[in-house]
């Protein structure tokens, strides 16, 4: 993106500018984990096993990962605010068809617009971040953005079902419709203020960055592990920790549920705000922003032995935990930009986003349909799905990290290497 077109040159507020991609940002959070509280309602009222609820709700993952590569070759072309508005206006209208849903197939629809409506959120958030900020304030900005993102998944916890209890679920998301479309016309107005640095390239040009990317040998040595655990938080922070809490932890109360979600997403906003001050601290100790991120995938191991031996022992915190350290790995974002040229920044974070996002919809469908093979007693799954299914994914999640460790050993994140010093085996 180019920052010829300055926004205080133009006398224009930066936080105002910033303001409609945030709160953008804040209801794709919301769209992403609503379902955490509305998925056991919506399983009864239109019939659903497991299986059908994981599917259906792991619809937003699918098509928020499809649009993630041709976004980030969009998103150089023609900027963050006309590609966001047209997105966010995509979601607006995902959940206005939600909302009018009669049947499975057109919640499904529903779904799968919100998801790609949200796709552009975060990627222009940051697009535009880099043009109107000093490269100081950056990271700050971003994490403003991302704690206003964390604010849209803390409302679809307990206030979602108190929502749900005042005005029904299908006037809930006609509320998000009207609040999407308001959003996507004031992200388009801010169009004026940033010039597209690649709008001359062709799509063939643009396309070569992408397979540049992908056939990185240490791009994908991180994004193994990375997408594993965060997809695992993903597909649990979305839809299935409630239904854990209920069948595993023994929480009946939909409130008392609601509120472990509040602390979960309580987390995972900390960590939004924590995380890349974190990585700047360890740095002042010799710790690497690659050491940072190993920290943090520990970390997210020990959360999850946590709440599969002691599911009923300070679950809020142990969810909060769990969704601080998992959250915290999106310091590989710009890790991982570090090691390709700046040209190529978006479409390395559209990469990743593609990765982690269709793992997720990957991992919320197959715990549904792993869960679906076991007899469910009263409306309740049986915890031996539950715990099947999670162990095999912190196995993964181990080997994959462990891979990780012994192959890749990055210098000094404060430079930005070649990659031919990355490939080389511990």
Avoid at 67 to 72: C, E
Avoid at 230 to 236: E, R, W, Y
């Amino acid at each position: 993106m180019s920052s010829s077109v300055s926004a205080p040159a133009r006398g224009t507020s930066v936080v105002f500018l910033l303001m409609p991609f945030a709160l953008a940002y804040g209801v794709s959070y919301f769209f992403r984990n609503v379902n955490a509280v509305a998925g056991p309602l919506l399983a009864r009222e239109f019939s659903m096993g497991p299986a059908e609820l994981g599917l259906l709700t792991s619809a937003y993952f699918f098509a928020f990962s499809v649009v993630q590569i041709p976004l980030g070759m969009a998103l150089d072309r023609y900027g963050p605010a006309r590609v966001n508005a047209v997105m966010a206006l995509l979601g607006a209208c995902g959940a206005l068809c939600f909302g009018l849903a009669q049947d499975v197939a057109t919640l499904g629809l529903g779904r799968a617009l919100m998801g790609l409506g949200s796709g552009a959120a975060l990627m222009a958030s940051m697009s535009a971040v880099h043009v109107w900020v000093r490269r100081e304030k950056v990271a700050t900005s971003i994490g403003f953005i991302m704690c206003v993102g964390g604010a849209g998944a803390l409302a679809a916890s307990t206030p979602t079902q108190l929502a749900i209890d005042a005005i029904g679920w299908r006037n809930m998301f006609f509320v998000l419709a009207a609040f999407g479309a308001v959003f996507a016309v004031w992200v388009y107005s801010t169009k004026a203020h940033i010039e597209p640095v690649a709008q001359a390239q062709t799509l063939k040009q643009l396309a070569a960055g992408v397979v540049e990317v992908f056939a990185s040998r240490p791009f994908w040595l991180v994004c193994l592990p990375l997408m594993l655990t965060l997809g695992t938080m993903l597909a649990f922070q979305s839809l299935w920790a409630a239904t854990w809490m209920r069948d595993v932890a023994g929480f009946e109360d939909k409130e008392a549920i609601g509120n472990v979600l509040f602390g979960l997403n309580l987390g995972m906003t900390l960590s939004f705000l924590l995380a890349g001050w974190s990585a700047e601290k360890f740095l002042r100790y010799g710790i690497s922003q690659l050491g940072a991120l190993k920290i943090y995938f520990v970390l997210a191991f020990a959360a999850q032995a946590w709440l599969m031996a002691a599911p009923t022992f300070l679950p809020h915190v142990a969810w909060g935990f769990f969704a601080f350290a998992a959250n915290a790995l999106v310091l590989a974002y710009a890790l991982l930009a570090s090691w390709f040229p700046p040209a190529l920044t978006g479409r390395v974070n559209t990469a990743v986003n593609v990765l982690c996002f269709s793992m997720a919809f990957f991992l919320q469908f197959s715990v549904g349909a792993l869960l679906n093979r076991y007899p469910a007693t009263a409306g309740h799954y049986a915890a031996a799905g539950y715990y099947t299914a999670w162990i095999t994914l912190v196995v993964l999640q181990v080997a994959a990290f462990a891979w990780m460790v012994y192959r890749v050993r990055a210098p000094d994140p404060a430079h930005k290497p070649p990659l031919h010093h990355i490939n080389a085996p511990k």
